[in-house]
């Protein structure tokens, strides 16, 4: 890829898994898949099919399907961890860290800047309104058939991005570690998440995603605990080591890429922190839990995780380099690391634990997506048996019964195209895919959300204005910059310079919600800004908020 940027971007936008470098050498790492990794994977999916059909027994109603109520801080704060604890953010963040050092550490902070916002402006207003989903709170005191369209549509194509791309990488691991072919991995992926989602609903997927983090984190302590000991548990030695074997030196210290395009550099990370605010599966989690507090807490406690393991997952990639630069058993012929830079947390599982550790990751790898892709399955069912069919179809008339009927035709249907794009994209298209999610999430979601929570001049015209201008900016800038234009496309040189076009479209997003609510002086418009305070009322006290689940 020649865009930098755009090739850091693909490696740590977290939610899909970067596979391009492993499919280019899997046929070395094929032979390596060993009977303990299948004991593992086949354990660990017998585990979560039986907390779906525990989960199952506890789901009745459409509200217990699309939200559940009744989710612990601890359970809650494990999932949202979760959902960024993924199998990029492990593979792909320690494989950056291994190749390129110091810049990996900016766009592995991407994120992490992201949830203090979260916690500030986003948790407390969601939870004390109450709603199914964020495309509720954007509709609550405007035009609800024309907001919902316009917010499912970026619901949607936020989901299926991500979905696809998971897909692939699902498919390309297990094709890389197990001998499987693709399109059969595929298969397995895609039946194991419909079964999820159907039966269990977001109870299994919250389950899911928790023990998903507690099993990962688990093999991330005694990963990082046996790597640390090949050092005297030395963070000195492990980066003095790190410079005397990687080829770049000492240069792996310095911001070598971000200093080349820093107007891209600080693109992307405006995307990686305000995309994390509109992404609809991690804005979801808050209306699971009781109350403000609980998701206040669930917040704290996913940061804290997430956090910690973006430090470890750094400082085992600075380990692996004189561990496996120059370790014949983990290169190929060509002299470059089996299976590619992603493979790196898994060859450092196998040197350092054996059969055994390398086979727990790699199962605990493979459960991170499936948690990740039920995680996504139930937000994208949520905007179409939610917003789309129930408020905007039958005008909230639906019941239960036709909800949850509408939910699980949505989830087979999602799982089906998602396969078969899956399918048919191969690993091509990851990087625009990832891109497109992105933006969308910060350009679309984002400002209409936000403006929704603490601007009382907003309207329904400025919300379909701005999100509408986000929408086709940040899509038609991706097309024309060097994530399509030039690595897809194979044009010698991008209309649009940026690989990610967030510090655009997220302006534009907003100068147009601005613009076309300032200048609606309809009737209609002046009862929407009067109805704020109601609004504001309830999203700061709480008092008065509908409550999903019952609880």
């Excluded at 693109?267 to 990686?272: I, P």
């Excluded at 804290?304 to 750094?314: K, P, S």
Aim: proline share 3%; hydrophobic share 55%.
């Amino acid at each position: 890829m020649q865009n930098k940027t755009t090739w850091f971007y693909v490696l740590t936008a977290f939610g899909s898994l970067p596979v391009t470098a492993m499919a280019d050498n899997a046929g070395g790492a094929r032979g390596s898949a060993n009977s303990i990794g299948l004991v593992f994977f086949v354990a660990f999916a017998l585990l979560t099919l039986g907390l779906t059909f525990y989960a199952s027994r506890r789901t009745r109603t459409a509200a217990d399907f699309l939200a559940t109520g009744g989710i612990s801080s601890w359970q809650n704060g494990l999932a949202i961890a979760g959902d960024f604890i993924s199998a990029a953010s492990f593979l792909g963040g320690t494989g950056l860290a291994y190749q390129a050092g110091y810049d990996s550490v900016f766009f592995m902070m991407g994120s992490v800047a992201g949830w203090p916002l979260l916690l500030i402006l986003i948790s407390d207003r969601l939870r004390n309104l109450g709603k199914y989903t964020f495309v509720d709170v954007v509709a609550y005191r405007l035009d609800g058939s024309r907001v919902r369209t316009l917010a499912a549509i970026g619901t949607l194509l936020v989901v299926l991005q991500y979905l696809v791309a998971q897909m692939v990488g699902a498919g390309r691991l297990i094709e890389t570690l197990f001998g499987l072919p693709y399109s059969f991995a595929l298969v397995i992926i895609g039946v194991l998440m419909m079964i999820y989602v159907i039966f269990g609903g977001m109870l299994a997927a919250t389950w899911i995603q928790s023990t998903k983090a507690v099993l990962l984190i688990v093999g991330l302590i005694v990963l990082a605990t046996l790597v640390l000991n090949r050092f005297d548990f030395s963070v000195g030695q492990i980066l003095l080591q790190a410079e005397a074997a990687h080829p770049r030196g000492a240069q792996i210290f310095t911001p070598v890429n971000l200093a080349k395009d820093p107007l891209g550099s600080f693109s992307l990370g405006l995307g990686l922190m305000f995309g994390l605010l509109g992404l609809p599966h991690l804005l979801m989690r808050f209306f699971t839990v009781r109350d403000a507090a609980t998701a206040r807490k669930s917040v704290v406690i996913a940061a804290a995780i997430f956090i910690g393991f973006t430090m470890t997952v750094t400082l085992l990639g600075f380990a692996a380099i004189p561990l496996l630069v120059h370790n014949s058993e983990f290169l190929g012929p060509d002299g470059k690391l089996i299976g590619g830079i992603n493979m790196v947390p898994l060859h450092l599982a196998r040197l350092v634990g054996g059969d055994i550790l390398y086979g727990y990751i790699s199962a605990v790898v493979f459960a991170t997506i499936l948690a990740a892709v039920a995680g996504l399955m139930i937000s994208g069912t949520s905007a179409v048996s939610h917003d789309l069919y129930t408020n905007v179809f039958r005008k909230g008339r639906a019941n239960d019964r036709s909800i949850i009927l509408c939910s699980r035709a949505t989830v087979v249907a999602l799982g089906i195209v998602s396969m078969i794009m899956a399918f048919a994209l191969g690993s091509e298209s990851l990087p625009m895919l990832i891109a497109m999610a992105f933006a969308v999430a910060a350009s679309v979601n984002f400002p209409i959300l936000i403006l929704a929570l603490y601007w009382r001049g907003l309207t329904t015209r400025g919300a379909l204005l701005g999100g509408g201008a986000g929408l086709l900016s940040s899509v038609t800038l991706i097309i024309l910059g060097p994530t399509v234009w030039v690595a897809a496309l194979h044009h010698p040189a991008p209309i649009f310079p940026v690989g990610n076009p967030t510090l655009f479209s997220m302006l534009i997003a907003f100068a147009a919600c601005w613009i076309g609510s300032v200048t609606d002086k309809s009737t209609r418009g002046k009862e929407e800004r009067s109805r704020f305070d109601e609004q504001l009322y309830r999203s700061t006290t709480g008092i008065g908020a509908e409550t999903p689940s019952g609880h």
